[in-house]
């Protein structure tokens, strides 16, 4: 996802499967639905700062710890249905959230978001199938009466990485409306002798 000028991108319930024949098995993804706030303050229905289970994407250099140095925020949002999103979150409670207030950085300053290293490697002759609940947040009047211009949406790119290269992508290929969430999918089924087997497993979500 890009994070500019206004806007906020909220990104719920990834999981992974892999299919070595006939039997999908899970590959676990921890803090996967963003439940985990352990060291976060809340603050209204929204927590800021570094989320449980997942480190910080940030190729460019602009996150600072996402507790709104410059005017970026990552972090988890309850939504309730009313404000922010018009349904709750697709799985639990919370969503991990990422966004940013006006010039954030500096309009283009580059992508942020979270990422993990799994604790799977990647194998042989497998059907890997990643999917990504995507939100893009709408505007709205948070628990304190705060009115929060989130209006717009830059979009959201979405990897599997094996050994830290590339291996599938969403780039973007959602028409995703304000307030509303969509399922991002992607798949690779690996080969007999690919280059990358039995390399680290990771996801960005940017």
Do not use: C, H
Not at 115 to 126: G, K, P, R
Not at 143 to 150: K, Y
């Amino acid at each position: 996802m890009r994070f500019f000028a206004k806007l906020a991108v909220a990104v719920a319930v990834p999981m992974l499967a892999l299919s070595p024949v006939a039997d999908a098995a899970p590959i676990p993804i921890v803090n996967s639905g963003f439940e985990d706030i352990t060291g976060q303050g809340p603050t209204n229905e929204f927590t800021f700062g570094q989320l449980a289970g997942w480190g910080s994407y940030d190729p460019s250099l602009i996150v600072a710890g996402g507790n709104g140095a410059n005017g970026i925020f990552t972090g988890t949002l309850l939504p309730n249905g009313t404000d922010f999103f018009t349904t709750p979150a697709p799985e639990g409670v919370r969503v991990g959230l990422l966004f940013g207030f006006g010039d954030s950085a500096g309009v283009g300053a580059g992508e942020y978001g979270y990422e993990q290293t799994l604790s799977s490697v990647f194998q042989a002759n497998t059907q890997y199938d990643l999917s990504v609940e995507v939100g893009n947040i709408s505007s709205g009047v948070s628990q304190d009466g705060t009115f929060f211009d989130l209006s717009g949406f830059p979009g959201y790119r979405i990897d599997l990485l094996a050994g830290g290269v590339v291996i599938a992508s969403d780039d973007n290929s959602l028409v995703i409306p304000e307030g509303e969430f969509a399922t991002a999918n992607i798949s690779f089924m690996s080969g007999a002798s690919d280059a990358l087997l039995g390399l680290s497993l990771g996801i960005p979500l940017g």
